[in-house]
T-cell receptor, first 116, second 114 residues
Framework: SAVISQKPSRDICQRGTSLTIQCQVD?????MFWYRQQPGQSLTLIAT?????????ESGFVIDKFPISRPNLTFSTLTVSNMSPEDSSIYLC?????????????FGPGTRLTVL | AQKVTQAQTEISVVEKEDVTLDCVYE???????LFWYKQPPSGELVFLIR??????QNEISGRYSWNFQKSTSSFNFTITASQVVDSAVYFC???????????FGAGTRLTVKP
């Protein structure tokens, strides 16, 4: 398994601003993933972030709204840009230690975002 | 397309009762992977089990057991002698052979009352 931390754990933001969420892993991993969990809902994959390449976004998510950085094998950031109340969600990062999404994914504790 | 259905939105049981959480999946892949995760009130997702499509053997881990039936495309999860600490939202998830399309079910909220 892997130990994953996220910062911030929660935040309250104003409409129109941006927030960058950090995800730190205690070991080097090839693949990292970002998910969104809207209130009372299931998880939806936003994008896959591999070190050294552009993130791959799922349908309905675009880079301008959710830019992702992956500067090294233990760290990634997700920015939620130009926020609106509809962006209020829990954002989770996960990793697949073996480098395959078909492997078990381990999740961070999540960042609870509220947009006013 | 991958799809996971957890028809039970909420289940409430009394401590020590057995409870089964249903999961039905759809996929066109012959190779795929099924998962169960637990999300307690703290919000963190806890991995419970991973199963590949070629392994239909049922699994037991303490009070937890999983019944994988390819014939009915189901991967059900049973908690025996439930405890209050089992109260959480449980998610079933499916990943295909290409590994780029992880799908989660809607989740089942389990409440175990003392």
């Amino acid at each position: 398994s892997a130990v994953i931390s996220q910062k911030p754990s929660r935040d309250i933001c104003q409409r129109g601003t941006s927030l960058t969420i950090q995800c730190q892993v205690d070991s080097q991993v090839t693949m990292m993933f970002w998910y969104r969990q809207q209130p009372g809902q299931s998880l939806t994959l936003i994008a896959t972030a591999n070190q050294g390449s552009e993130a791959t976004y799922e349908s309905g998510f675009v880079i301008d709204k959710f830019p992702i950085s992956r500067p090294n094998l233990t760290f990634s950031t997700l920015t939620v840009s130009n926020m609106s109340p509809e962006d209020s969600s829990i954002y989770l990062c996960s990793v697949a230690p073996t480098g395959l999404i078909t492997d078990t994914q381990y999740f961070g504790p999540g960042t609870r975002l509220t947009v006013l | 397309a991958q799809k996971v259905t957890q028809a039970q939105t909420e289940i409430s049981v009394v401590e020590k009762e057995d409870v089964t959480l249903d999961c039905v999946y759809e996929t066109r892949d012959t190779t795929y992977y099924l998962f169960w995760y637990k999300q307690p009130p703290s919000g963190e997702l806890v991995f419970l089990i991973r199963r590949n499509s070629f392994d239909e053997q049922n699994e037991i881990s303490g009070r937890y057991s999983w019944n994988f039936q390819k014939s009915t495309s189901s991967f059900n999860f049973t908690i025996t002698a439930s405890q209050v600490v089992d109260s959480a939202v449980y998610f079933c998830a499916l990943s295909g052979a290409l590994g780029n399309d992880m799908r989660f079910g809607a989740g089942t909220r389990l409440t175990v009352k003392p």
